[in-house]
Nanobody, 123 residues
């Protein structure tokens, strides 16, 4: 019913930049918060950045000043611009969205996840 499709991952050298995109489609009444999480091998999935429907943002300390989250509400898309990348940023990055859908006559909200996109920072 709702899909999140990510793109933009890849291999980049330390100090380089990447931009991730995540487009939501399907039965969408409204999108509340959207965010990016990451999971390195053997570690838990952690929040990287979050943006609310009102445009407020929140970042993990490890990425503050280097990453920027933004959203195009008209196209149900969220972006993550990553600058000054470090090897420790290597992980699978997942898009997350809190989406409200109209189910018959009820509004139902739930979290959705993208399939993940690999970001590798290495020389």
């Amino acid at each position: 019913q709702v899909q999140l499709v990510e793109s933009g991952g890849g291999l980049v050298q330390p100090g380089g930049s990447l931009r991730l995109s995540c487009a939501a489609s399907g039965s969408i009444f409204s999108i509340n918060a959207m965010g990016w999480y990451r999971q390195a091998p053997g570690k838990q999935r952690d929040l990287v950045a979050l943006i609310t429907s009102g445009g407020s943002t929140n970042y993990a300390d490890a990425v503050k000043g280097r990453f920027t989250i933004s959203r195009d509400s008209a196209n149900n898309t969220v972006y993550l611009r990553m600058n000054s990348l470090k090897p420790e940023d290597t992980a699978v990055y997942y898009c997350n969205a809190d989406i409200t859908s109209l189910v018959v006559t009820r509004l139902v909200s739930r979290d959705y996840w993208g399939q993940g996109t690999q970001v590798t920072v290495s020389s």
